[in-house]
């Protein structure tokens, strides 16, 4: 069966804290249980990227030169389709300039989220804006552009 790529994740795995899952690390895009490089406070105008709380600044061992430093390169990239909301990256060739320029040092990992062929089309109809003044998730920008899980970018 044929996948497609919905999005890319940098991702900051935590240590799980429940069930049978306790202690160990979870390879899963979910910000519920793991923290993203990418998120609300990288973009510039959130409220998250307006006020950043003391607990992201120390875990991403962020500063006020960093902060804006990538807000800047977050709306540039936004605006050029590389990046979209809810903090995806549209290849990898993007979140690796990220990484490398923001995060180079940081343990992170590189996920995914792909989707068969055969549900696609249902994902595209379920994410599709109802009104124009909505703006397009990131996940069905990337489904429409058809990309096959691993292809070689």
Known sequence: MKYYVG??????????NFGTYEGKKLYTCSTCINDSFFDAWSI????????IDSETKSDFNLNEK????VQNWTDKK??????????????LKTLTEYKNSF??????????????ESERNELLKIFNPEKTNLGEI???IN???????????
Request: hydrophobic letters at 35%.
């Open 103 to 116: 995060f180079p040092n940081s343990e992170s990992e590189i996920l995914s989220i792909n989707f068969p």
């Open 7 to 16: 999005a890319y994740y940098l991702i900051k795995l935590r240590d799980s």
């Open 138 to 140: 990131g996940l069905s």
């Open 143 to 153: 489904l429409k552009t058809g990309i096959p899980e691993n292809n070689d970018e």
């Open 78 to 91: 936004m605006e050029e389709n590389k990046i979209g909301w809810i903090c995806t990256f549209a290849d």
């Open 44 to 51: 510039s105008w959130t409220e998250n990227g307006k006020k």
């Open 66 to 69: 960093l902060i804006k430093e």
